[in-house]
């Protein structure tokens, strides 16, 4: 697990858990660069998500559908394309100054105007990676920043990789409102068969989706308590995933 200097993680340590710490003035969206460290060399395959997730179905076959594959790594995809992802989130975007680093932007990376990868999920071969990718990504944001100024890895990503990635199935994960009864139809555009059953959902959300619903901006409640593919309240889904926690990585005792 990645954590910051300062976190108490005795008790994951405890457990068998392999803990990266990551100095706290580096602690920031941009900490998923460390990915791309040798650390993470001792493993052939790596599955990294963010915490606003549910487990809905066995992570085997995530690790199941993807290991075999010759793309590096895998991830879903919004509908959003790069450019528009970056300009959402610089409400400077039409200042000069930005609007110049845009355009250099497209010059250098024109895939910019292909759809974003979401870096909520993470799949690859680490001994696939080409070496010095951490630093390619921090030069990159360093290069980019006045245009990224939430620091997003995300975006990162995209500019700086986009060639080393692939998207995962629906089978693997997708974003909640993708997996509701409406939108779970065949769809060459959203990549759905109609019949899967994604194994995380991604809730987008600062919260966790067991405890707390979110108000859209039209009043409308989405996301929170229920998982609608599997008909049941998220709480329990992730008291499930505890339960599995806790018997795959018990707490050691001493002797």
């Not at 998923?32 to 790596?46: A, D, G, M």
């Given at each position: 697990?990645?954590?910051?200097?300062?976190?108490?993680?005795?008790?994951?340590?405890?457990?068998?858990?392999?803990?990266?710490?990551?100095?706290?003035?580096?602690?920031?969206?941009?900490?998923?660069?460390?990915?791309?460290?040798?650390?993470?060399?001792?493993?052939?395959?790596?599955?990294?998500?963010?915490?606003?997730?549910?487990?809905?179905?066995?992570?085997?076959?995530?690790?199941?559908?993807?290991?075999?594959?010759?793309?590096?790594?895998?991830?879903?995809?919004?509908?959003?394309?790069?450019?528009?992802?970056?300009?959402?989130?610089?409400?400077?975007?039409?200042?000069?100054?930005?609007?110049?680093?845009?355009?250099?932007?497209?010059?250098?990376?024109?895939?910019?105007?292909?759809?974003?990868?979401?870096?909520?999920?993470?799949?690859?071969t680490p001994s696939a990676i080409p070496s010095g990718m951490?630093?390619?990504?921090?030069?990159?944001?360093?290069?980019?920043?006045?245009?990224?100024?939430?620091?997003?890895?995300?975006?990162?990503?995209?500019?700086?990789?986009?060639?080393?990635?692939?998207?995962?199935?629906?089978?693997?994960?997708?974003?909640?409102?993708?997996?509701?009864?409406?939108?779970?139809?065949?769809?060459?555009?959203?990549?759905?068969?109609?019949?899967?059953?994604?194994?995380?959902?991604?809730?987008?959300?600062?919260?966790?989706?067991?405890?707390?619903?979110?108000?859209?901006?039209?009043?409308?409640?989405?996301?929170?308590?229920?998982?609608?593919?599997?008909?049941?309240?998220?709480?329990?889904?992730?008291?499930?995933?505890?339960?599995?926690?806790?018997?795959?990585?018990?707490?050691?005792?001493?002797?």
């Amino acid at each position: 697990m990645l954590s910051p200097s300062d976190c108490d993680t005795t008790d994951f340590e405890k457990r068998g858990v392999h803990v990266f710490k990551i100095p706290e003035k580096e602690w920031s969206f941009l900490a998923k660069f460390h990915l791309f460290t040798p650390f993470f060399q001792q493993w052939q395959q790596v599955l990294c998500t963010d915490l606003d997730i549910v487990v809905q179905g066995g992570l085997h076959n995530v690790f199941d559908a993807l290991s075999s594959r010759e793309t590096k790594i895998y991830s879903t995809m919004e509908d959003s394309d790069i450019l528009s992802g970056l300009k959402r989130w610089d409400t400077e975007s039409e200042e000069p100054d930005h609007a110049a680093m845009y355009s250099a932007l497209l010059e250098r990376y024109p895939h910019v105007t292909k759809r974003m990868y979401n870096a909520s999920f993470i799949f690859y071969t680490p001994s696939a990676i080409p070496s010095g990718m951490k630093e390619k990504l921090q030069s990159t944001h360093e290069e980019f920043a006045l245009i990224n100024p939430t620091n997003a890895d995300q975006m990162i990503f995209n500019v700086a990789a986009y060639d080393l990635f692939g998207e995962a199935s629906k089978n693997c994960a997708c974003f909640f409102g993708c997996d509701y009864p409406e939108n779970r139809v065949p769809s060459e555009t959203r990549g759905w068969k109609g019949d899967e059953v994604p194994a995380i959902l991604h809730y987008t959300r600062w919260h966790a989706p067991w405890i707390e619903k979110c108000i859209c901006d039209d009043g409308q409640e989405m996301g929170g308590y229920r998982c609608h593919r599997l008909g049941r309240i998220c709480h329990e889904l992730y008291a499930e995933n505890l339960a599995a926690f806790e018997e795959e990585f018990p707490e050691k005792t001493n002797g």
